[in-house]
């Protein structure tokens, strides 16, 4: 009997635990969402279905805030869990669809639009993937056929008029895509899937002007979107507008946290120009605290300017190292090599490695340090290290193919230069350097069918960003 009281009483206490980690979570969502902090909203919603997963709009919800963050498989996994705990909601269903083409898995996203046909015939996302799915696999009739039913009865849908965009670049109607979107555009000047859309074509097209135009006018509606000002500085800069550029990044610094703030500044590294702008990030660094100064020291590093990395470190680059002080001495401990004292700069970064041997600031300067000095098969452990901590980063796999060459080991620098053209797709530092190689080592010939790959890739991701 006692027993059996327990299991009661503990039960119960374990439903209004439940409850109470639910009524906190909620609460914590509200105040992230009164304040704007996406992040904190995210945060707060995955304690909310932590607490309480069989409510339908607290994944709903979930979704939502993963599509803003560009979370897309975190995005699905939400919105997912949501339809199954709410099968005939329409909207729901919706969005499920859109994401799951998006993923590019035609099958499943044409199942997905079947399902919402049931439910909701006359919902967009139907004719839109039905739209999609016949495109991608090239019936441009199909495509056509469902992007008028949707301007049917929707003349001036967003999203129809970036599928009929679309439908026009895969016919090579590439002036013919722009004005379709210009004039939507034209009509609706807040439309912003056609500006993005706008944005990417020319992107493709390479016409700077028009790309840093469209993503300025982008950036007035979604002024907080960061990867959008970063579009626009790499647009400005490639138009030739340095100074224009230097404003649109010095706006953006203001209030940009350290992750913010190397992609901000990476145009300026991509393209060799960042000591264009390096006194103005000197004087950021000066007035920041933290990982944000952090992350100015390290655009530092990158602008070749180590006087000015110490100035921002040496007060936190503190004896013993720890995990505090870790990426402050990696970066002070570089800077001092580059101004002549390489042993004490080597030591201190070994002394980083030995505490931390994950630390990629620290690895990628020993590997510097190391390859200078002529000793290229320990550099190249390190960038090989450093690649497995930074899969994405094009400027390590160049930094691997830079010690390969140096260390006269031609057919791994080859090897190197396809695998990150492989692997980052449709990045032009890494184009132009495997270009560059295969000028000067294999001709014409083979440097004309790399660019027609390299087009093959932008192509696709421009695609991707239409669905």
């Not at 839109?128 to 016949?134: E, H, R, S, W």
């Not at 970036?162 to 009509?187: C, N, P, T």
């Not at 400027?395 to 260390?407: C, D, E």
Request: hydrophobic share 45%; charged share 25%; proline share 3%.
């Amino acid at each position: 009997m006692l027993l059996a009281s327990c299991v009661a009483l503990a039960a119960l206490a374990g439903c209004q635990s439940r409850q109470d980690r639910a009524g906190e979570a909620y609460q914590r969502y509200q105040a992230a969402a009164a304040a704007g902090d996406l992040s904190g909203v995210r945060q707060a919603l995955l304690r909310l279905v932590s607490a309480d997963d069989t409510v339908a709009e607290y994944w709903a919800e979930l979704g939502k805030v993963q599509l803003q963050l560009g979370d897309y498989s975190a995005a699905y996994e939400a919105f997912l869990h949501a339809h199954e705990l709410d099968p005939a909601n329409a909207s729901i269903l919706a969005i499920l669809t859109q994401i799951t083409l998006r993923s590019g898995n035609l099958e499943q996203a044409e199942q997905r639009a079947r399902e919402l046909e049931i439910v909701a015939p006359e919902d967009p996302a139907v004719r839109l993937t039905f739209g999609y799915v016949a495109l991608r696999r090239g019936d441009i009739e199909e495509a056509n056929r469902q992007a008028d039913l949707l301007l049917a009865s929707a003349p001036y849908e967003s999203s129809a008029k970036v599928l009929r965009a679309r439908i026009l670049l895969r016919s090579g109607e590439s002036q013919q895509a722009i004005d379709v979107l210009r004039e939507q555009v034209r009509l609706q000047p807040s439309d912003e899937p056609s500006l993005r859309a706008l944005l990417s074509i020319y992107e493709f097209r390479e016409l700077w002007p028009d790309a840093a135009a469209t993503a300025s006018h982008l950036l007035r509606l979604q002024p907080a979107d960061g990867q959008l000002r970063a579009q626009l500085i790499e647009s400005e800069l490639r138009a030739g507008r340095a100074l224009v550029a230097a404003q649109v990044t010095i706006e953006g610094l203001k209030s940009a946290n350290a992750t913010q703030i190397e992609k901000l500044l990476y145009p300026w590294v991509a393209l060799g120009t960042q000591r264009e702008i390096a006194r103005a990030v000197f004087k950021f660094g000066k007035a920041a605290t933290g990982a944000r100064r952090e992350a100015f020291a390290r655009f530092l590093i990158a602008a070749n300017q180590p006087q000015w990395v110490i100035e921002l470190t040496q007060d936190a680059a503190t004896l013993p190292i720890n995990p505090t002080n870790a990426v402050p001495n990696a970066l002070y401990g570089l800077a001092m090599a580059r101004i002549g004292q390489r042993a004490a700069g080597l030591d201190r970064l070994n002394q980083v490695i030995a505490m931390d041997s994950s630390n990629a600031d620290a690895i990628r300067g020993r590997a510097e340090l190391r390859s200078a000095a002529g000793d290229h098969r320990l550099a190249i452990e390190d960038v090989q290290r450093l690649i497995t901590l930074e899969r994405q980063s094009a400027q390590a796999r160049l930094m691997l193919a830079r010690i390969y060459l140096a260390a006269g080991l031609p057919n791994d620098t080859r090897r190197t230069l396809w695998d990150a053209f492989h692997e980052i797709t449709a990045d032009r530092t890494i184009y132009v350097a495997l270009r560059n190689w295969l000028l000067r080592t294999e001709g014409n010939d083979a440097a004309i069918r790399l660019s027609k790959e390299f087009e093959d890739q932008r192509n696709q991701r421009m695609a991707r960003s239409f669905a």
